[in-house]
């Protein structure tokens, strides 16, 4: 089992940057990868970006070259530096985490990221 907690998020106006942060405790030592979605009112939940065990990562289009994760696992934290933020960026961030040898999925309670000015 495994517990996510997030923080970060907040109200940025268009074009600022955030941070968010996703410390994970528990069985950690089975996750295969961690990572963002977000959801808005009405729409299914939709990968942001991920980071894989290995350090392989992929991302959303719509994110790339503004959105960096990376993750520090001295820390057991995973990291969403967020850049460039848009309107259409505005949801609730959703940490996740694969687990285990079948992929359990794991989910943090969300923060939500607001973009206007």
């Known amino acids: 089992q495994v517990r996510l907690v997030e923080s970060g998020g907040g109200l940025v106006q268009p074009g600022g940057s955030l941070i968010l942060s996703c410390v994970a405790s528990?069985?950690?030592?089975?996750?295969?990868?961690m990572g963002w979605h977000r959801q808005t009112p009405g729409k299914q939940r939709e990968l942001v970006a991920e980071v894989i065990s290995d350090g392989r990562t992929n991302s959303a289009d719509s994110v790339k070259g503004r959105f960096t994760i990376s993750r520090d696992n001295a820390k057991n934290t995973v990291y969403l530096q967020m850049n460039n933020l848009k309107p259409e960026d505005m949801a609730v961030y959703y940490c996740?985490?694969?687990?285990?040898?079948?992929?359990?999925?794991?989910w943090g309670q969300g923060t939500q990221v607001t973009v206007s000015s």
């Open positions: 528990g069985s950690i030592s089975s996750i295969y990868a």
């Open positions: 996740h985490a694969k687990w285990g040898s079948s992929w359990d999925w794991f």
